[in-house]
Every structure is written in C-alpha cells, then in structure tokens.
C-alpha cells in the first residue's frame, strides 16, 4: 500500500499479550532470584559458575541509580554541536553523573517442565542497557546492541529438561549518551511457550481501514508457522460482549487476512479511550493449538494541507510533551505506577500526546496511554550514522537499524496511541544527500512494516533540511525549536502542515525566583538554579509564549511536543559546565513529580476542563521589604486583580497588542514586597468575579504534612505510593523556602523505596532515607511487600512535629 504525504487514513489497535486459560500458550516473567555483578567476571557465562557471593535483585534493574553521583564519572571536553557550541569546554553532569559506565552480569535459573520441553519457546527483553550478550547453560544464544530496542531469542533448541541457567553481559560504553541512560536489565524479561504450530511473535496486526462512529472494518493480518489451519477470531467490547466474529481457513504466504464488521463502534480518542479485545485461536486438526488476546482502539488519523491533523473526523492539536525514559529516583527500572503518576499528572495538565525521546518506548508506557488516552509519537534514534558522542549509536547503525526498527514497530504498532513514527532526533545526517537517503531509507522500512501510520524526524538543522530536500521527502516535517523559521519552512515544503516536534526548552527551578524580573538566554546564577518566573531559556530555543502563537494564529501548525514534560537525569542546560548540577532544568514537572509554575501556565492553555488560577512567586521575601516583587497568574480567565493586603493593585487583563507574555499571562511588575496576604480575583468574560486564590507569608516550619497520591496499593512486591511531604507553620500555612533534613521510616507491609526532592544540584542519594526538602517539599516513594496488610509512614526532622500516615495494601 503505497503512502501518501497529504492524507493518512489510520484506525490501529494496541497489542497485549495476556496468559490464555488454554494450555496452548503461557508467558512467565523472570523478575524473582537473579544475582548481579558489576565487573568482567570472567567464566560468570558457564553454567556450574559460583554466583553465590552476588547480589540478590529483581528485575527491573538499574545498577546505577544507586549512586554515588561522582563527577569525574562522565566529564567530558566537548563542544556540543547541535547548541551551536564552536569551542571544546568541559562539561560535567551530562549524563547524570551516576555510575553507569562499565561492564556486569546478571544470572538466573529457570525450571523447564517435562510437558514444555518440547514447545516453541520464546526468550525476550523489553530493553538491556546495553550491548547485551545472552547465554544459555553456557552457550551463547545471542546478542544485540541497541540499549532501547526489544528483542528476543527462539531458545527452543537450547533448554533443557530441568534446571537452566541464563546468564547476560551488559557494558555501557563512556560517551555513549547525552543523558543518563541507566544500566542493566531495565526492563522485562519473559518466556513464552508455544506449540509448535503457532501464532508468530509479534504477528498480529490489526487496523481498521474504516472506522465512523456509524460503522468500522476492522482488518486482522495473523501470521503463522504453518501453511494449513484455520483461524477464529472473536471481538468483544469493554463489557466483555462478543460484537463480531469471523472464521476462516484462507492462508496466503503463511498469513490469515481477515475483515470484520463493527456496527456503531466506540471510537478510541484521549476523552474516550475504548479499547476492544481480540481473541485470535489457531486450530490445526480441529485442535486448538494457541490463542491469545490483543487489545485494540478503533480510530482514524489524517494528515491534511493547510487543515493539519484530524482525529476521527475533529482538527486536533498535539498538545505534546517529550519525556525522556528514567523515573527520577527510581532511575530506569520500569515501574508502572510510576508510569502511570506521570500519565495522571500529565493528563491534568491537559496533555493529550506524548513523544519518547528520543529512543523506543516502553510496552508498559505504551499499554497505559491506550488505556488513559494519550496520543503518541514513538521514536527510535538520536544518531544515525554521523555520530554525536564518540560511542553513540553511530557505531551499530548499519548493521541494526533495519532490525531494530522492525522490532519496534512489529512489537508495538497494534497501539491505537501511536498515530506517528519517528526515525530520528536532531541527527547530524540532515546536511548533504547522504543524509537525504539515509532518511527515505529508513521512512521506507517504517512504510514497510506499517503502510498506515506517517513518520517524522526531529530537524533542528532547518536551512539545511530546506535546501538538501531531507525536509520534504518526510511524511510530516517536524521541526524542533526554530520559530523564526516556521513560515519560511511552510513555504518551502511541499506537505502543508509543520510540526513542532520539540519546543520551548524554557528553564526552570521549583520554587526559586530571581531578581530582577527579565528574559534571560543560557543565565546562570550562583546557585546553580533558574528562574521559576519562566523566562529563561537556551541559546537554541525560546519561551513558551513563541509556540502558543504559532499554535493558535497557524492552522497549518498541527501541535507541539514541549521539551520537557518532566525534569530527567542528565543534560543540566544552563549549568553543564558546573558542579554539582546533574539533572535537567527543562521540565514543567520536576524530578520528584511536583509541578513547577509553568505546568500551570501550559493548563491554562491545555485542561479545558478546569479553571486554572496559579499565583506566583511564593510570598516570603524577608530581606526584600519595600523592593519590587513581580507577581505573575497563570490563568484561563481572561482578567484579573491583584491585592496586596486587600489593597489593589490593578486589574489586568489579557492582550494581544503588547508583548507575547502579555497574551497569555497576567502580570503586576511593579509590585512592592510586604509580608501578609497576596491575593487574587479572576473576573469572567462579562467582568464578575469568578474565582480567587490567596498565598500568606508563612512563619517558621512547625509541622510535617503527608500527602499521598494513594493510600490503598496492590500488595504485589512492585506498587508504589508517591507520597509528598511538606512543612506548615504554627498556623497551617505552607513554608515555601524550607531546607530541613528530614528522615523516614517505613512499618508493615511495605517498605522505604525513594526519596527525590526535585533540587538538579543535590548529590544526596535516592535510596537513603533521609534528604532535604527542596523549596518547602520532597517526595517519598512507599512500595508494597507480597504480604497484604498495614503501612506506617512517620517522617521526622529536627524541631519539627513530626508526621505519621497509614497506608494499606492489598491482594
């Protein structure tokens, strides 16, 4: 099915491989018993090794979170080319400064039964970080390069009847990264077994070739291993209602096609995220011979000129966030409940579309935007073939970039989240015509694998995509930062439509304001810390107001995907060249998960749904009586007033004649500080008051609050309650410029996971319990045991009351 640039008609469904109740097919996690060791470990590969002496973990597993931040670990003199840096500096904190370079080996053993031995078996990774080398009973079944990129073994041939034992080498490379990509098995491993006659891995496909709210096709490509059979497929809805069926014995090149009919179906979308199942069963012989179930949303996608980006039928912008794969303190170590606060928060903020930057997704990540409903743009590279970092992916790109494109879209394009592709982030190959086919290459093999979904690429180099043509062979022309060049880049691409594939890069620190009040580029402060007043940014980019006009004044600019959703470890723009910063500055949501400021000024475009009114700064200014003191409001209503100890100060009110600051915040800039009461009225569109909010200056801290996101947890080993804790005054008012140390203690059923306090230049490390609050608060990470039952959390620090919350967690 050949592509078109102009229009991309595209319903597609999301894959999950569920434990069937039939003997024909079980999937078993190996998260329980392995050991790990860091070092060459020589002979760790041969079966009777003595691993005794390792360390006991579970997987998920990144080696490296646990510190200690060193900044030796990742110094570097470099010029970072793509900031348009000319002259080498040294740069530290790049990568996080946590320890992951080297080599390790985990090991397990795994029980085969006498009644699988003789099935399919399938050994697969969600991700290895990196450059895994697999063996079995001392032989070497494999290997793979790419860190991100899932991918597996048919181990049929080598397990035996019994004990085996499984063993893997990982090694990070120094300047392999631009940020912390964590180490080890940072994702799932699993094992699948099968009959011999089977259902492919990763060899359903399903789209739906049309789909309106009165009608949908659904179509199901099955591959299989055998050349005679017969397929049945049932659909069933939410509810787990059959709504369609279909039998057939047709097999063409090892494939049952298939189209199913669908009256009046839920159409997936970010407001109604419907998800229907699948039930595929394989019978050779009359004989069930495996069964499994896919997931799916029924949806369409274009991609028009001049019209933009329409969702089952609606324009839609992509009100984007790019979020790089560690969890603050938890590192890389998947986590699904961290996944999904992330998800929660975003979704508040108004985010309907997410970007994984710049590598493959998580499957976990994935799943949960199906189910919460975010749209998804699923990357691959950050280097092509020209290299950024000497040891990056520039080394293995001719040999895996074909496979490892394959793996990401075969084992995630059933994902109805997923509405783009993209091959590439910011990659040097944009100059010259090498660059040029390198892209069509690599678009193509997405073609290939997924005829129905358009691919992008990241393109910062603009002048030189727009006279090289890299810029108009890509499906969707995504353009990261750049602002000024948006209506040349219009003009001369043949699509209609441009993408703000990364935008604002604007910096911040939570809770820290500076003064004067003014725009800054790459400004840098004493502290180590950037202005939460939200007008710094990088050399390269821009504040958030540039992109909000472009948005909303260019029908032809289908959206954006702001840099970042959430801080992440690494990358400490504008302070690469200090010590102690390590983790980025870029996020509306900080490290910890706590929103900055600017999450508020993004839901004030975003969340249609809530009022937004935000005040900012914090109002404890000693030292700076009688000094002016810019209150900014972060808002959806259009006007407001502002007092000061019930004194007015002016309405004001929205404009688009003034700067662009002007058209979408709310500014008193002449303010004069007095400790007390800030306090302010929003006014609707006929000019009565609508809602207020008011911040008091707050005495010494007095007292520990406890705040969770949930108080009742699966008790399954893995479930995490994120528990924020804060400071109050004598009088309940929250201290905002608190720094006490503070110290935990976990009871029961649960147990001390993290800590992060959300501070880029704080060397205290996650998994101790005990850190200081950053700007008044920090976050504490609770995780359940397998034992249902109670949790006391108490958090203690010095002249303070201390604070206790229960917890539950349950089967």
Known sequence: MKIHKTSFFVILASIMYLNSNSQQRKVIQLSENWTFKKGQNENASKTNYDDSKWEKVSVPHDWAIFGPFDKEIDKQVVAITQNGEKTATEKTGRTGSLPHIGTAWYRTKFIINKTDINKQIILQFDGAMSEPEVFLNGKKIGEWKYGYSYFYFDISDDVISGENVLAVKLHNEEFASRWYPGA??????????????????WGTFITTPIATKEFAKVNIKTQVNIDEGKLVTTIYNQQNEIVATNETSKIFKNEFDENLALKNPNLWCPENPYLYTAKTQLFVDAVLKDELSTKFGIREIKFEPKKGFSLNGEITKFKGVCLHHDLGPLGTAINTSALKRQLTILKEMGVNAIRSSHNMPSLEQLELCDEMGFMFLAESFDEWKKPKVKNGYNRFFDDYAERDIVNLVRAARNHPSIVLWSSGNEVPDQWGSEGVKRAKWLQDIFHREDPTRPVTVGMDQVKAVMASGFGAIMDVPGLNYRVHLYEEANERFPQGFLLGSETASTVSSRGIYKFPVAQGVMKQYDDFQSSSYDLEYCSWSNLPEDDF??????PWVIGEFVWTGFDYLGEPTPYDEKWPSRSSYFGMIDLAGIPKDRFYLYKSRWNKEEKTLH???????????????PVFVYTNYESAELFVNGKSMGIQTKTTSGNPQERYRLMWMDVVYEPGTLKVIAYDKIGKPAAEKEIKTAGKPYKIVLNPDRKTIKANGEDISFVTVSVVDKNGIPCPTATDQLDFEIKGSGAFRAVCNGDATSLE????????LFSGKLVVLVQSTKEPGKIEVTVTGKNLKKSTLSLVSEK
């Open 184 to 201: 080890g098995l940072y994702r799932k491993v699993t094992l699948t077994f099968k009959e011999k006659e089977n259902i492919n891995h």
């Open 765 to 772: 490390l996650f998994h101790l319990p005990t850190m200081k």
């Open 615 to 629: 005040i900012l700064p914090h109002w404890n200014w000693q030292g700076r009586e009688k000094e002016k003191t």
């Open 549 to 554: 006009i472009l948005q909303d004044d260019k």
